[in-house]
């Protein structure tokens, strides 16, 4: 069974910049593993970030960016802001894009 | 701008069926791939599959026994039928549009709001 695995939690201080990272109990995530990243804040639906590693939706704030790091996919977010505070997951493809399996979610704290 | 919004049963009985439709506003159906995934009650999201505008279809292998998903394309609409439920398939389901290609690369990027299916007698 493929896992792929995120921090549980991480705490970012306003204006400060966090990295949240994705890694696949295959091996290295790579770009063609087409790694998108969500927020999703409580009771709502989640929202799109990032596509295909490093790509922005129309939406996405410019302050998150994505990319691989150390055979992880990366989510790095730049001048925190106190509404980044929320769950993050991201989605890895596999077989190209036969099955997608989400991470468990990171819940980042803004304090 | 596009939309998608789900509909279905709130309260299912075990080993009964779910069925849930997905209808899609302000895109079509006929192009794209068209996904859904759900997230238990405090837990994350699982991958269940999606259906393209063709038809063809890709299943999470946990639950490729018992899901088939299809496309209506008069109705700009896709749909979920799940078997056989248990109280482990107690979620909020969503319905999301994948586009993109091989080439350019793939995305999940409108979901719909979600609905709450609870499996219970």
């Known amino acids: 069974q493929t896992v792929v695995t995120q921090e549980p939690s991480l705490t970012v201080s306003p204006g400060g910049t966090v990295t949240l990272t994705c890694a696949s109990s295959?091996?290295?995530?790579?770009?063609?593993?087409?790694p998108n990243w969500f927020q999703q804040k409580p009771g709502q639906a989640p929202r799109a970030l990032i596509y295909s590693t490093s790509n922005k939706h129309s939406w996405t704030p410019a302050r998150f960016s994505g990319s691989l790091l150390g055979g992880k996919a990366a989510l790095t977010l730049s001048g925190v802001q106190p509404e980044d505070e929320a769950e993050y997951y991201c989605l890895v493809y596999y077989g190209g894009v036969q099955f997608g399996v989400f991470g468990g979610g990171t819940k980042l704290t803004v304090l | 701008q596009v939309q998608l919004q789900e509909s279905g049963p709130g309260l299912v009985k075990p080993s009964e069926t779910l069925s849930l439709i997905c209808t899609v506003s302000?895109?079509?159906?006929?192009?794209?791939?068209w996904n859904w995934i759900r997230q238990p009650p405090g837990k994350g999201q699982e991958w269940i599959g999606y259906?393209?505008?063709?038809?063809?279809?890709n299943y999470n292998p946990s639950l490729q026994s018992r899901v088939t998903m299809s496309v209506d394309t008069s109705k700009n609409q896709f749909s979920l039928r799940l078997t056989s439920l248990t109280a482990a398939d107690t979620a909020v389901y969503y319905c999301?549009?994948?586009?993109?290609?091989?080439?350019?690369?793939?995305?999940?990027?409108?979901w719909g709001q979600g609905s709450l299916v609870t499996v219970s007698s």
């Open positions: 302000g895109a079509s159906v006929r192009s794209d791939y």
């Open positions: 259906v393209s505008y063709s038809g063809s279809t």
């Open positions: 295959t091996g290295a995530v790579t770009s063609g593993h087409y």
């Open positions: 999301a549009r994948q586009f993109g290609s091989y080439s350019s690369g793939w995305g999940l990027d409108y």
